[in-house]
């Protein structure tokens, strides 16, 4: 079975510097797919960036970049010029690419807070 | 925007009795998906349909937990009875199946109280 581990329970980070979140997987699948979701107070769960496995490009959407480490099996959402809206909670997901086997694996998350 | 809508969003009840929660995937989505979120457990997969079908409830508590779909725009996560340890977020996401389905789009919850 895949395990999605998120080491900091926490994160705290100055308004416009840049904090990188942490995530490692277990998996024996060669081809999968890796997201980050951010859980603001809303309770919304937000898609925030998916990786594809088979890709060795990383990810790119706006102030969010992943780094990603297959032979390692990590993969770290870096947030760049932080804004006081990107405090929430953040979720590293798996999810295989198998038929069947598409439901999402989640960390026990990351509580990022933005300090003014 | 489309979105999956979720009902009730809170829901205050007392241990015994019935709680149905709904879902309505994104017009088109044939993968529906429920999670539920506690602080204790993170979010866990409590069962997925694909084109209305049970694809694994495996997660789901089968004595008192029970969730179908009735038609493609609706599903239904039933407990009967509840018990205190059902308190938590339930979540309902939806998918376009397996080919496409990097990307899962989830309802706000449902808060879900058991008295």
């Known amino acids: 079975a895949q395990t999605v581990t998120q080491s900091q329970p926490e994160m705290s980070v100055q308004e416009a510097e840049t904090v990188t979140l942490s995530c490692t997987y277990d998996t024996s699948e060669s081809d999968y797919y890796l997201f980050w979701y951010k859980q603001p107070p809303s309770r919304q769960m937000i898609l925030v960036i998916r990786q594809e496995a088979y890709k060795q490009q990383n990810a790119t959407e706006n102030r969010f970049s992943v780094n990603f480490q297959k032979a390692a099996k990590s993969f770290s959402l870096k947030i760049s010029d932080s804004q006081l809206g990107d405090a929430a909670m953040y979720f590293c997901a798996y999810r295989g690419s198998n038929f069947g086997n598409e439901k999402l694996t989640f960390g026990t998350g990351t509580r990022l807070t933005i300090i003014p | 925007d489309a979105r999956v809508t979720q009902t009730p969003r809170h829901k205050v009840t007392e241990m015994g009795q019935e709680v149905t929660m709904r879902c309505q995937p994104i017009l088109g989505h044939n993968t529906v998906f429920w999670y539920r979120q506690t602080m204790m457990q993170g979010l866990e997969l409590l069962a997925y349909f694909r084109n209305r079908a049970p694809l694994d409830d495996s997660g789901m508590p089968k004595d008192r937990f029970s969730a179908e779909m009735p038609d493609a725009t609706l599903a239904t996560l039933k407990i009967q009875p509840s018990e205190p340890r059902d308190s938590a977020v339930y979540f309902c996401?939806?998918?376009?199946?397996?080919?496409?389905?990097?990307?899962?789009?989830f309802g706000s919850g449902t808060q879900l109280s058991v008295l």
């Open positions: 996401a939806s998918g376009l199946g397996y080919a496409t389905n990097e990307k899962l789009f």
